[in-house]
């Protein structure tokens, strides 16, 4: 019974997606060539990229996750103590600091891409820093405002069974922030992706953003609309990942919300 | 009085002494800065035995938070100190439990690790920690609930999680603030029961703030009516009505009505209000984000 409200469910949430694209196989032909591609073309295109035997795609891709990773899990560290540092024992500097922040969360990410080209140079270190700076905000403000937001009535009543600091931090303040942590970090995951793929288009020399780039350039279409389509699965999957995640994790507050 | 002095023969379990805490008040008139002190407690004695249960009533703003914050240990007196077993309290620590208001319980514990926060801050070994919460889960009948979360329990529950695992860590000194203030009627006086049966077989020194009269002269053996402004014990009242109790079966007694009106009477003429807003004189919100953190 439960599996089958479960395949109803996946039915009905699928319908849209199934039906747009046989809309698109459809409007594909009655569209002059060379503007879109359709569905199929698209399929058998990355089909063909995907079984490659040099592995183009899959090894762009490659470069391009692992300099996400490793822009996203600097700014996880970076954003969530400086959060938690601004959130609680440092509240004096949260005055201080805190409008500055704000600042430059509103810079528009898009526009510092070339500047960071100038400042490091097209390549790993320049895309790193792109990455960083527009997941950071979103992990340090979530992280900042839910320790913060710490019911005081749990600090009190671990206080009154003797807890000190630390024990205070990592069995009430550290376990109140994490949803507020999650909703950062998956918000971030979001953003690294956008940024990174713009980044690489803009210049780079390899990278799932520069591989789109080039398949303008040559003007083959169902592999730049195929592109856009693999980058979307990408970032659902990590998505899913992060739901997956935050059920795991926060099984209480999941629930608790209901 | 008569009461106190007996009371006071041998050495207290708990005795407070000249109790002072003051806090700045902020000026409501614009464009002034001058800071006033204003007491939420001033020359506070009470003396408490060993095993007794004393309730304290008052008018909101009276200090009750404030006193219970002292003797958690969360905030430091101005003035005099608390003694417990003859020795002055320093901050929070294992011998004093608190039940507070809101539960306050971790929605990320299940039930049992709850009740064992306090024990493995005392650093309890896992084997003996389950050994004890299951003891305590037993005692406020809480069986087959030990893996839910609190979301999953109705609130006479969360309440009766809050008393174990304020007991679980063996304190000597049950603190209670106005614990079933946010249970329904019913609960409440189940809960109430419940709690002296605890006592019974526990022999904890238990101080109960609450504002119910009923509530006070239903559980205590005696009675500290606090005055405000600032906040003092106007008067011990002896409640001799006899053990084991059920509150059912006391209240319509005419002992019960007797000394509830003694009580009421007390809280009647108060002391003249002092004209600050409640917000400033409930002071114990305030104070927190710099001592507590």
């Known amino acids: ?258 | 009085m008569a009461a106190t002095a007996a009371v006071l023969e041998g050495t207290p379990k708990i005795e407070i002494r000249g109790l002072g805490r003051s806090f700045n008040k902020k000026s409501n008139v614009p464009g002034t800065k001058t800071k006033e002190k204003f007491f939420a407690l001033k020359d506070f004695n009470l003396a408490i035995n060993k095993g007794e249960f004393v309730a304290i009533v008052g008018p909101s703003g009276c200090g009750k938070s404030t006193l219970l914050d002292l003797l958690v240990g969360l905030s430091k007196a101005d003035e005099g100190q608390i003694l417990i077993d003859g020795k002055a309290i320093k901050g929070p620590d294992l011998d004093r439990g608190i039940v507070l208001q809101g539960y306050a319980l971790f929605p990320w514990r299940t039930v049992r690790r709850n009740i064992e926060f306090g024990l493995e801050i005392k650093g309890i070994p896992a084997k003996e920690r389950a050994e004890i919460s299951d003891k305590f889960i037993k005692l406020v009948d809480l069986v087959g609930f030990e893996n839910h979360y609190p979301y999953e329990l109705s609130g006479g529950m969360q309440q009766r999680v809050a008393i174990a695992r304020a007991l679980a860590y063996d304190p000597e000194v049950l603190l209670m603030d106005e614990p079933f203030a946010a249970v329904d009627a019913q609960t409440r006086e189940t809960m109430q029961d419940e709690l002296l049966t605890i006592w019974e077989k526990t022999g904890k020194t238990i101080i109960f703030v609450t504002h119910s009269i009923e509530e006070a002269v239903g559980l205590a053996d005696r009675v500290a009516v606090i005055c405000r402004s600032p906040g003092s014990v106007k008067e011990v009242v002896d409640v001799k009505l006899p053990r084991p109790r059920r509150i059912g079966d006391v209240r319509n007694t005419p002992d019960f009505s007797l000394v509830s009106h003694h009580v009421w009477e007390l809280l009647q003429d108060k002391a003249p209000e002092e004209k600050t807003p409640r917000a400033q004189i409930d002071i114990g919100e305030e104070i927190l984000p710099d001592t507590v953190i």
């Open chain 1, 1 to 258: 019974m439960k599996a089958l409200n479960f395949v109803k469910r996946f039915l009905i949430a699928a319908l849209p997606i199934i039906a747009f694209f046989v809309l698109w196989q459809i409007g594909s032909s009655h569209v002059p060539r060379g503007v879109i591609s359709s569905p199929e073309k698209i399929a058998k295109a990355m089909w063909k990229a995907f079984i490659d035997p040099e592995h183009v795609l899959l090894w762009h891709t490659g470069q391009s996750l692992s300099r996400i990773l490793r822009g996203y899990l600097l700014a996880s560290v970076v954003g969530i103590v400086l959060g938690f540092a601004l959130g609680t024992y440092f509240r004096s500097l949260e005055k201080l600091f805190l409008p500055f922040f704000r600042v430059c969360e509103k810079l528009n990410p898009f526009a510092i891409i070339p500047v960071f080209m100038i400042l490091f140079g097209v390549g790993d270190k320049e895309k790193i820093a792109v990455v960083f700076w527009a997941a950071f905000w979103p992990i340090f403000f979530n992280t900042q405002e839910g320790a913060k937001s710490v019911d005081l009535s749990l600090v009190r009543s671990a206080r009154s069974m003797g807890a000190n600091r630390f024990k205070v931090f990592t069995g009430v303040i550290f376990p109140y922030t994490l949803p507020s942590i999650f909703t950062g970090l998956r918000l971030s995951s979001r953003v690294a992706f956008f940024m990174m793929v713009a980044s690489e288009t803009l210049g780079a020399i390899n990278g799932l953003g520069w591989y789109y780039a080039q398949q303008r350039i040559v003007h083959k279409l169902s592999l730049i609309y195929g592109s856009i389509l693999f980058i979307t699965v990408l970032a659902i999957l990590v998505n899913f990942l992060f739901v997956r995640l935050e059920k795991h994790f926060l099984v209480w507050k999941e629930a608790a919300l209901k």
